[in-house]
């Protein structure tokens, strides 16, 4: 498998885990119960393999080989990215701040995780039709095989060195289940 379509493929596994966070919201928002292991889960899933992994390897590997080849960083698409994710980041802390007022107000708690999911989740389809329409495509083009197998090894290394063995697959392991959970 090449850079790109590692890249993609963690795209649809995002795009799966979005919907699950949607269902959450959803019950949060209506004051149900849910586990707090499920919860933990997602949050680890948007920390560790959203941003820690996902995003590491494009904005520490992908864009720089990118903007090498010519794609405008400053003031271009690579910039605007940069911007988006920097958003997402703000609106994982706004569920952490949903979740930890649960504690104290269940409903406005619910109310606010719920409010922030929805958000996050419009903003990461948006942002992930992006990287998939424009920035791999230009990628698929630009980018040599040489340059594919470079990346490509730097996201194994990113991946060993970042969220350490096994990390990845455990996660993969949680997002089943979630996804089996509260999809089916």
């Known amino acids: 498998m090449g850079a790109i379509d590692e890249l993609n493929a963690e795209h649809q596994a995002i795009e799966q885990m979005l919907r699950v966070l949607?269902?959450?919201?959803?019950r949060l928002r209506l004051g149900a119960a849910v586990p707090p292991a499920h919860v933990d889960s997602m949050m680890e899933f948007l920390d560790v393999f959203v941003d820690r992994c996902h995003h590491a390897k494009e904005e520490e590997h992908l864009f720089p080989a990118?903007?090498?080849?010519?794609?405008?960083?400053?003031?271009?698409?690579l910039e605007a990215l940069r911007?988006?994710?920097?958003?997402?980041?703000?609106?994982?802390?706004q569920l952490r701040a949903g979740l930890a007022k649960r504690a104290t107000d269940p409903l406005g708690g619910g109310l606010a995780f719920a409010a922030a999911a929805e958000e996050y989740q419009?903003?990461?389809?948006?942002?992930?039709?992006?990287e998939s329409g424009m920035l791999f495509?230009?990628?698929d083009i630009r980018l040599s095989k040489e340059t594919d197998r470079e990346l490509s090894a730097a996201f194994a290394r990113l991946e060993?060195?970042?969220?350490?063995?096994?990390?990845?697959?455990r996660l993969h392991a949680a997002f089943d289940q979630m996804?089996?959970?509260?999809?089916?």
């Open 160 to 169: 060993h060195e970042r969220i350490g063995d096994g990390v990845h697959q």
């Open 22 to 26: 949607r269902v959450l919201g959803h």
């Open 179 to 184: 996804c089996t959970l509260y999809l089916s």
């Open 122 to 130: 419009g903003l990461m389809l948006l942002h992930m039709d992006k």
């Open 137 to 139: 495509a230009a990628a």
């Open 66 to 77: 990118l903007a090498a080849v010519g794609v405008r960083d400053r003031g271009g698409p």
């Open 83 to 93: 911007n988006e994710r920097q958003r997402g980041r703000e609106l994982v802390g």
